[in-house]
């Protein structure tokens, strides 16, 4: 196993609008997908509030307007494509990867989209912020991490953003 | 960050006498310390329990007779000593690794110890099995791993030994 040998490996990193995530991600790119001939498939994947959730954190007992609802989901998508975005700038641009970058947005509780997607895609390897995942985070009890740590069917790394703040290494 | 530049890295492999562990730390040489040329120095630590801990596992409200503890002493450094050299052995002649290795044994609870060399040591990654780490595990209440991935100041891997028990990759 030793040398620069490429793998074919499946890393899914899970994403969100948090700076944390982006950092595991970084974090990542750095430690785990080092050499520019890597045959890893990166797999980012984003979990958005299903609307049963907006539901939940309206917390009145009335449900929310189609209307209220139709622009939530708007939102949340622009959300998603916009961290999509951030996140293939990150591998692309600052970190001069040449990998394979698969992007999937899901609906639901961000730990059952981790997991279930750990066993539909084969995943080798998950990475996550220790916080975060979740547009309204409220709605989540628990925590992700511990959760998919526990669950995926697959190592999980979890990384936190050092308090300091400093630049990823 | 691209290419094989070997970077110094200090990783923490958590070893104890189950299986698990050393699936961790096989996992890790194949994905993490891939390079014959790494500058990577793993640090392989071992938590034997500490004498207050026999006590409570008696469970009686007697102590242990000087001669029963130190015996038990005795048999943990035993135990201590085969699992770094069985660890030592899986760096160098399974994987032909030629990484720095460094071992550790120290007496304390398992979290505490993990999350202290994290700090005394300036780790960068802490490898972690996700059960066991205790030759006496149920005097560990809560889970090791949990525990570490919220507390310790690196990003933390947490590997599972897949259920079919098949070779590692």
């Known amino acids: 196993m030793a040398g620069c040998e490429a793998k074919e490996r499946k890393i899914l990193v899970a994403v969100d609008e948090g700076e ?55 939102y949340s998508n622009e959300v998603a494509e916009c961290v999509m975005e951030k996140a293939k700038r ?7 990867l040449d990998v394979k970058v698969e992007t999937r947005v899901e609906s ?24 975060g995942y979740g547009l ?6 628990g925590s992700v991490s511990n959760h998919c740590a526990q669950t995926a069917k697959c190592p999980v790394l979890i990384v936190k953003r050092p308090k300091s703040d400093g630049p990823s290494k």
Chains 1, 2 share one sequence.
Not at 90 to 96: A, G, I, T, W, Y
Not at 108 to 126: H, N, S, T, W, Y
């Open 108 to 131: 639901g509780d961000p730990r059952d989209v981790i997991c279930q997607a750990v066993e539909k895609f084969g995943v080798d390897l998950a990475v996550l912020g220790s916080h």
């Open 20 to 74: 944390e995530s982006m950092y595991a991600l970084s974090w990542c790119l750095n430690n785990i997908v080092v050499s520019q001939n890597s045959k890893d498939t990166l797999i980012l994947i984003y979990a958005k509030p299903t609307p049963s959730i907006y539901t939940a954190v309206d917390g009145t007992g009335y449900l929310f307007s189609p209307d209220t609802m139709s622009s939530m989901e708007r």
């Open 90 to 96: 990150l591998c692309k641009e600052d970190h001069n």
């Open 136 to 141: 309204i985070k409220r709605t989540f009890l």
